[in-house]
């Protein structure tokens, strides 16, 4: 039986990162990612808050290098979703939808995605003018007009971002007051193709084969009218991705992994979580990176302490 001494699941900062370090260690390591490396922050165009880079660098280019330099150590990565995990004599198994992995250790860098509005015609329209990615999806828009959805620094951020395509942003925020720093606040009230709506949330998306128009609901005053749209790009919060683990360890009242914030331990033995998808976490790229060391780290002192005993 083949048995990982590491096995990562998430290709995010986090577990690019716990895969460079455990690699390293010269311990077996694999890595998980169900869709492509990379996790969220191949999503935007624009990071300049990671540190080495003070022109900032691009998401996909950032997430392009971690994978290069996990894997020049060794990582090997695995393009398969884990849908199940479980103990057994001793060892995790990480079940895929066909085939069964075993691991002496696990690190959960799942991470989390995108939160939707959940309003009627969303999930219908998605794809053909909705989206959940600037990057991926803001060229569609040139010279059209959208809406931005959220008052964070994702939402404000990626509204910048846009602009470079669209005539007119809205960003749509549900209060009077924007959470996002101080920094892009500033540059999303200079910007002339930036405009507020406040106290505002969308109600329904409609059209038949692309978005056509929304139904915005003024939340203070309880007036809906509709308007007319060629995009809604949503930057809401988002969900952690732990449906996968059940009840393997413990988790918080939203789903995200409790861990500790020094050993980052879960409730099991041997399973360390980091990144995005641990409770308490500060949602950044260089945080999420942080993590996944000292993840790694922990994992091979767990590593020492079963050759011991
Ligand atoms: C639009 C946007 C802009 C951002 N801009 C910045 C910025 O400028 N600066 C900054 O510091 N941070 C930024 N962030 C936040 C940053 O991207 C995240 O904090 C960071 O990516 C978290 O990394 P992570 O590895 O914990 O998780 P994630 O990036 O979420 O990666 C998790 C990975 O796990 C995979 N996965 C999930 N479940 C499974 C499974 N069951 N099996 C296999 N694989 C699975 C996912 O596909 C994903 O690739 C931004 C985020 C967004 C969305």
Redesign the pocket.
């Known amino acids: 039986m083949d048995i990982w001494d590491v096995a990562i ?7 690019l990162t716990a895969g460079l370090y455990a690699s390293r260690a010269n311990l077996k390591t694999c890595l ?10 191949a ?2 165009d ?5 540190p080495g880079f003070p022109e900032g660098v691009t ?1 996909p280019e950032v997430a392009q290098k971690m994978e290069e330099q996990a894997k020049k150590y060794g990582t090997e990565i695995i393009t ?4 199940a995990l479980q103990e057994k004599d001793g060892k995790f198994v990480l079940k895929t939808a066909g085939k069964e992995y075993f691991s002496h250790t696990i690190i959960l ?6 939160r939707k509005v959940g309003v009627s015609g969303e999930r219908e329209l998605t794809g053909k003018g909705v989206s959940y ?2 990057t991926c999806d803001g060229a569609f828009f040139r010279n059209k007009q959208i809406i931005v959805v959220g008052g964070g ?2 939402a404000l ?2 509204g910048l971002f846009l602009t470079r395509f669209a005539t007119k942003v809205y960003i749509v925020h549900r209060r009077d007051k924007l959470r996002g720093s101080a920094i892009l606040q500033e540059r999303a009230f200079k910007n002339q193709k930036i405009e507020f709506i406040w106290d505002t949330v969308i109600d329904s998306m409609h059209g038949s084969n692309k978005l056509e128009f929304v139904k915005l609901r003024n939340v203070k005053k309880n007036q809906v009218r509709d308007f007319n749209i060629d995009g809604v790009f949503v ?1 809401v919060g ?1 969900d952690p ?1 732990t449906k ?1 683990i059940g009840d393997f360890v413990k988790l918080d009242e939203k789903g995200y992994v409790i861990a500790d914030a020094v050993s980052f331990e879960t409730s099991r033995k041997g399973v360390f979580a ?4 641990r409770t308490g ?1 500060v ?6 990176c942080g993590e ?1 060391c000292a993840a790694a780290l922990q994992a091979q002192h767990y590593l020492e302490t079963l050759e011991t005993d």
């Open positions: 699941i998430g290709g995010g900062g986090a577990g998980f990612e169900k869709i492509s490396t990379g996790g969220q922050i999503l935007t624009d990071v300049e808050n990671y998401g398969e979703e884990i849908m860098a799942s991470g989390a995605s995108p990615c600037a620094d994702s951020q990626e930057f988002h991705e996968y980091a990144g995005e998808v976490a949602k950044q790229l260089v945080t999420a996944g």
